[in-house]
């Protein structure tokens, strides 16, 4: 397979924007653990801060000190953001891509904030700001099996809607028997009610607004509560041999054009644009 030809444009010389790129995406060399594991550290950082404003006796003494925090990790995010853009050759596709848009948004609120401070959109910037919580989005760039998990459960939602539709069954008949069995002078009023005991009781949830008197309808409610061990069970063992048998053995290079990552450890090329993968 020959190589496609591509075009060197972006905003550093070459040299510079794959050292760059080498720091960023592969997880695998020394300098780009060491970069995951900062930007990891700020990620959880940031969110315990905004978690932290939330609460009033917090913010009323620590206030000042949250905020300074809160414009280092936006100015770190912003030059990490930037960092990104200009380490791949084609700088729209990071842009456009799913983490391109969670890394703008985890920098946008605090600006959006100093655009409007008009008391007028107080509560629009508050609204805005809250969005900071969606940095913990960016923990997806550290689930390096993320695509391996959607891609087992789409590959297992036949069996999973089969399952669904089989639980779905068992609680009508369940629920219609506990309506039967009981009647309205124990709640069960009428079968959607029964219905919706049966599966509350079924999920192990147990509301309590609703119990069985009768010495059948508690031997029932057993039985519903014993099978809802089981039944939980089952797609999770669904996913799990689908995910087991469908996992290839990938790694963390992410190609030095277009920036898609999760390649195969023997791959030279990369399975999105077709460039060379550095090795």
């Known amino acids: 397979m020959q190589q496609p030809k591509i075009l060197k444009t972006g905003f550093l010389p070459e040299e510079t924007r794959q050292k760059l790129h080498t720091v960023i995406y592969e997880a695998d060399t020394r300098a780009g653990k060491l970069f995951d594991i900062i ?83 107080l ?42 539709f089989s639980v779905i069954v068992l609680c009508i008949i369940m629920g219609t028997l506990m309506y039967m069995i009981e009647g309205p002078e124990s709640g069960f009023t009428s079968i959607p009610t029964s219905i919706y005991w049966t599966i509350v009781t079924l999920t192990t949830v147990g509301f309590g607004d609703i119990t069985p008197i009768t010495p059948l309808g508690q031997l029932m409610s057993m039985v519903i509560m014993i099978m809802g061990y089981g039944i939980i069970a089952v797609p999770t063992g669904l996913v799990t041999a689908q995910f087991m048998a469908e996992t290839p053995h990938l790694n963390t290079q992410a190609c030095p054009n277009c920036g898609a990552n999760q390649h195969r450890d023997d791959a030279k090329f990369c399975y999105n644009c077709g460039a060379g993968l550095t090795k």
């Not at 985890?106 to 959109?121: D, E, H, N």
Request: glycine share 4%; charged share 15%.
């Open 39 to 121: 930007l990891l550290c700020v990620i959880l950082i940031s969110i315990v801060a905004v978690m932290l404003e939330s609460v009033a006796s917090i913010k009323i003494v620590y206030g000042h000190e949250l905020a300074v925090i809160e414009w280092v990790i936006t100015i770190l995010f912003t030059l990490e953001y930037i960092a990104r853009v200009v380490s791949v050759r084609e700088p729209l596709r990071y842009i456009f891509s799913f983490y391109g848009f969670v890394d703008l948004l985890a920098t946008l609120p605090k600006y959006v904030g100093l655009l409007f401070p008009g008391s007028g959109f």
């Open 123 to 164: 509560i629009a910037v508050r609204a805005v700001r809250l969005l900071r919580v969606f940095r913990i989005l960016k923990l997806t760039h550290f689930v390096g099996a993320s695509n391996q998990l959607l891609a087992a459960l789409r590959k297992s939602q036949v069996k999973i809607a089969v399952f669904l």
